[in-house]
């Protein structure tokens, strides 16, 4: 016997305009990412239960995309023990060099001091990893180069990197690594050298729209602009002979608010009019508070206000060329590195946090998660926190990510919120259907058409 999954979206008609006897809906199951074009008289008959209707064939394909499961399933528990047992053999490092930005932005809730990493920390970080990787339990390192900003302590970068790797190599294990930075110092040279040099494949790179939106938010600390010197360092580096334009290694992040939403498809057509849509892709994200930056509170859209506006970025977008990363969610093991083991952050100071969010900032939830201190040996570390427990918490509270079919590919998108008493969901909850279909149109990934008739 089986049952309709409880994780499964479904579209509307979408071609309405066509002889009812050919409507077509688009359903997507969240337990493993796939999407599907389904008759109308298939979605009637399993929405009603008259599995019984539905041709042999097709049935088997609905119980192979998990969209009909064991009547006796608990699909929640399964996805927590799938989510639990997920190991993916890396050893995840956010790792700081500096507490210091030249940046004043608007909507930043850390506390930023002229001060960089120490040789005293550094040599505490390279030991916590080669104790890490001695334990023959890692077959891939990735790190994040994060701050404030962290180009602001390029020796230290420089000199951590090859240390890093060199130390992976030791052991056999493969490394890989990001940085995010607000790209004001990220010139040619440097992008050569963090690349070929240092092995940093991939670029978060934040622009709030055009240059007067930009300039009016994420600023120097003297108030300065910075919107034309981000974009030329861009426009530079993507045109050079070396540049992995088929990688797409920047990408261009966009906070948006009520400030500066109307800026947006302006720095979309200026993007374009350099052709960086065949180089960068591009990540749109709601601006949220920050610690005790209550910004968006003032300055924010409602979760739905942004769902509708994202659709319009999305669309646009896409008409003029640009790669979106993940329009469909897929599948995830994890809500975010806050819940996995053996990810964690390391400032300046040598702190071990599970989060982003924590260091330089002063956090109200900071003690309860914080897991420790470098200087300690590693058995007086706290891995028993809030938000390394956030999937037991689901379990046991029955919250709001226990009943949503969203739960597969979201985990709760971000515990460190919930926490703080806020709704966390993400965008998609609110326009995961018109994502669908600008999936759909636009071919994004694949789409199975087996079910259209019945």
Known sequence: ???????????????????????????????????????????????SNRQDLIESGYWQQLIDMQILVPIEEDEFELIINQNNANNINTLGLVLHTTANCQF???????????????????????????????TGDF????????????????????????????????????????????????????????????????????????????????????GGPTFDIIINNIITITNQPWYPAGHKAIAIRVNIDKTNSGGIFGLIDLMESHGLQKKISIDYRPVENYVDNKFKDNHGLTK??????????LLYSLEKGFSIPDIVPERQYDACMAVVKDFVVLDIYGNVFPCYNFPYTNHKLESANKIGNLAFDESTFNQDGPLRNWYQEIATTKNACYHCNLLPVCGG??????????????????????????????GKVDVREELLKN
């Open 1 to 47: 016997m089986y049952k309709l999954s409880k994780y499964l979206v479904f579209t509307d008609i979408i071609n309405p305009n066509e002889n009812s006897s050919g409507h077509k809906r688009l359903l997507y199951s969240t337990r493993n990412g796939l999407s599907l074009v389904v008759s109308n008289e298939i979605y009637n008959n399993l929405t």
């Open 304 to 313: 739905e206000q942004y769902a509708e506006f994202e659709i319009e970025l």
């Open 104 to 134: 004043g932005c608007s909507y930043c809730g850390q506390q930023h001091t002229k001060k960089n990493i120490d040789k005293v920390v550094v040599n505490m970080v390279l030991t916590y990893v080669e104790k890490k990787l001695q």
């Open 139 to 222: 077959l891939h390192m990735f790190i994040v180069w994060h701050g404030s900003e962290a180009l602001m302590s390029f020796d230290d970068l420089r000199k951590m990197s090859k240390q890093l790797i060199e130390i992976a190599n030791k052991y056999k294990v493969s490394y890989h690594a990001k940085i995010i930075t607000n790209g004001l110092s990220l010139k040619p040279t440097v992008f050569e050298e963090l690349y070929f040099d240092m092995l940093v494949t991939n670029y978060q790179i934040t622009i709030d729209g055009s240059k007067e939106f930009h300039d009016n938010r994420r600023m120097l600390k003297d």
């Open 413 to 442: 998108y971000c515990p460190l919120k919930w926490q703080e008493g806020e709704i966390a969901c993400p965008s998609y909850k609110y326009n995961i259907e018109d994502r669908l279909v600008l999936n759909y149109l636009y």
